[in-house]
């Protein structure tokens, strides 16, 4: 291998011949390789996370918690990961995300022909980059947010029920305190989010698949994908398996209105790896959105809300040209609403000088909407219209977004990364 040094992580479960015909290889300088030894995969997690650079990480298929977010993680850490099968896979580990695949019994030439056509000699600089388990289309996106009781659910009901007379919608539930599934009337929510994202973790499902995952409301006109039972659900799920369950979706349906909570803090913003993966719905859903719709009441305190959501969408690199300000509630009185507008406007170029936003959409307040909400009736097309003829005039303007492919993340020099 033309001198070249790898340092090789391995896990497999108990006894596997292959991790003991490795360690033979490599103290024997069969294999110029350091191979360290891992007896779970919670310490490929722990070493991966470290300083110390890894070429690649030999992963048993048959070992608990090999997977998308771990071949991710791996990739992430710029170390190929390379998994063991059996003379049948159990899976499709390359659409997973694996650099590539050994079979057993494992021999000396295949695996140094893996190592040197997918990992990295420590000494050398080399990128790679996760992609996405689909290459297909993507539908639209729009993602509904705003402050807690200012309507956003309704609003996300309401869109989806505007677009579903042209448009094959789904509607996501990404609230981590989902309501969705009450507010249809649904009775049993499975399945629902946790298992799509749940599914994603070891394969990618069908388009049949995904539409089984939603629920068809023949009365909306759209299918739903109900939200996370309990609000401490977000703890199973990763984000790399959020993403790719999002993508699935997207590539299933034309057309895809997401209700999500406006906190898209990750670690960056607050130092917590916890943090951005709690907030993996709603991060997801805002960076790839063609459209995000941010709800807010009147007021003075609606409109402080409005403005910190706006700046903190900012801040989170949403394009505000995309961004629609939606006051539910307002008022009837034309020299009231614009004062309002005026208001936004120069509080959002005291915040952010030379930003700027649309002109809030002003939806009068209905006060008839609960019997329609207890029978899991539609909602009037009324309550959407002005904010749907917005979200289309914007979607006609801009291209349509892709979603975000992970990537290597650049580290400042002196600086020793997640591990300081």
């Not at 490795?22 to 103290?27: E, F, P, Q």
């Not at 991710?72 to 049948?88: F, L, Y």
């Not at 539609?378 to 904010?387: D, I, K, Q, R, Y």
Request: hydrophobic content about 45%.
């Amino acid at each position: 291998m033309n001198g070249e040094h790898f340092v090789v992580l391995g896990v497999a479960r108990a006894r596997a011949e292959w991790l003991a015909a490795v360690g033979r290889w490599a103290t024997a300088s069969a294999l110029p390789i350091e191979f360290i030894r891992c007896v779970s995969v919670d310490e490929v997690r722990a070493r991966l996370a470290t300083d110390r650079r890894h070429s690649a990480v030999l992963l048993d298929e048959r070992c608990v918690g090999v997977d998308r977010d771990l071949l991710g993680t791996a990739r992430e850490a710029r170390c190929a990961p390379i998994v063991v099968c059996g003379s049948t896979p159990l899976r499709d580990w390359l659409e997973l995300g694996a650099a590539g695949i050994v079979t057993e019994p494992l021999d000396l030439g295949s695996l140094a022909a893996v190592l040197r056509d997918h990992a990295t000699p420590i000494d050398r600089g080399h990128r790679v980059v996760a992609t996405l388990p689909t290459d297909g289309t993507f539908g639209r996106l729009v993602t509904v947010t705003g402050a807690g009781g200012t309507g956003t659910s309704l609003m996300a009901m309401a869109l989806a029920g505007h677009f579903a007379t042209t448009e094959d919608v789904a509607l996501i539930d990404g609230a981590l305190d989902a309501d969705q599934a009450l507010l249809h009337d649904l009775g049993d929510v499975l399945p629902g989010l946790p298992e799509l994202v749940d599914a994603h973790r070891t394969s990618t499902p069908t388009s049949d698949e995904v539409r089984a995952a939603l629920w068809h409301c023949p009365d909306h006109g759209y299918d739903l994908l109900p939200g996370l039972r309990r609000h401490r659900d977000w703890a199973t799920m990763r984000r790399r398996n959020v993403a790719a369950a999002i993508a699935s979706v997207r590539s299933t349906y034309g057309f895809v209105v997401a209700d999500v909570d406006m906190d898209p803090e990750g670690e960056a913003d607050t130092g917590s790896v916890d943090v951005e993966d709690r907030n993996a719905l709603s991060r997801a859903l805002l960076d790839d959105a063609d459209v995000v719709v941010v709800t807010a009441r009147p007021g003075l305190s609606g409109v402080r809300r409005l403005l910190r959501n706006i700046v903190l969408l900012a801040e989170h690199d949403v394009d505000l040209d995309r961004v629609i300000p939606v006051i539910i509630g307002a008022p009837r009185s034309t020299a009231r609403r614009s004062e309002s507008t005026r208001a936004i406007a120069r509080l959002l170029e005291e915040c952010r000088p030379g930003s700027s936003v649309a002109t809030p959409v002003m939806v009068p307040i209905r006060r008839d909407l609960e019997p329609f909400l207890q029978d899991g009736a539609p909602l009037p097309p009324s309550v959407a219209g002005s904010v749907g003829a917005a979200v289309d005039l914007v979607l006609r303007t801009f291209a349509p977004r892709v979603p975000v492919r992970e990537g290597p993340v650049r580290i400042v020099p002196g600086h020793l990364g997640r591990t300081a």
